[in-house]
């Protein structure tokens, strides 16, 4: 499905499963992409070019993608996803908060891009927050695994990298057969079978970082004469 061009945010969810989907262009005084709280999940999805903005003179902000548990012993999980491109305000596109009071909560964040988001006043790069008067940011990113984000400092997961995605100039947000995230996902963590254009999911050894899994070769061109 496609959510676009709302002005309340894109989806809220706390439990099921959002996919193959885009959510782009949506804006909000709080979270202006996807909520995502309890046993909710958002696998093969593009979260792009939305934007959080002045309430009653005012800034809120929960980032793009917030993700919180309310209730005990669940777990939201962010998995094959792209969010890149996005505004927002102190609190960055991937907005992790921790309950007042709760125990050590460490959302399931795999396989995914979270890149060029910024600040909506600064400028400043903002992919990523943590909220929470209890724990670090260490502490709490020990399920972000294999993603590629800045910074990757404070985040305690494996297999993350810090470098430019190298997006293809064809299209938007697929990757280019230069990007460091082509082949650099974590196969353990695959559940679908297809990616956000409904190609296969995994192109080769190893899955790609991302919505979009790069399909076919670069190609070798021989000569004969």
Not at 21 to 26: A, D, K, L, R, W
């Amino acid at each position: 499905c496609t959510t676009s061009e709302t002005s309340g945010g894109g989806v809220w969810l706390s439990a099921g499963l959002l996919t193959h989907s885009v959510v782009t262009n949506n804006h909000a005084w709080g979270c202006a992409g996807v909520a995502l709280t309890d046993t909710a999940r958002m696998e093969n999805c593009l979260v792009a070019d939305n934007w959080n903005f002045y309430r009653n003179g005012v800034y809120y902000s929960y980032g793009i993608v917030y993700v919180r548990r309310v209730t005990s012993g669940t777990v939201p999980t962010v998995r094959n996803c792209t969010i890149v491109s996005n505004r927002t305000y102190e609190s960055g596109a991937l907005w992790v908060q921790e309950p007042n009071g709760g125990p050590l909560f460490q959302p399931i964040v795999e396989n995914s891009i979270i890149w060029d988001n910024t600040d909506y006043t600064t400028g400043a790069v903002m992919n990523w927050h943590t909220s929470s008067s209890k724990y670090t940011s260490d502490e709490m990113t020990s399920n972000m695994v294999a993603n590629c984000t800045w910074p990757t400092a404070g985040i305690s997961g494996a297999k993350n990298i810090d470098s430019d995605p190298l997006f293809s100039a064809k299209a938007p947000y697929y990757l280019s057969f230069a990007s460091p995230c082509r082949g650099a996902g974590d196969n353990t963590s695959v559940t679908s079978t297809t990616d956000l254009d409904g190609n296969p999911r995994r192109y080769g050894r190893k899955v790609d970082m991302g919505c979009y899994e790069l399909q076919g070769g670069a190609g070798l061109m021989m000569l004969v004469r």
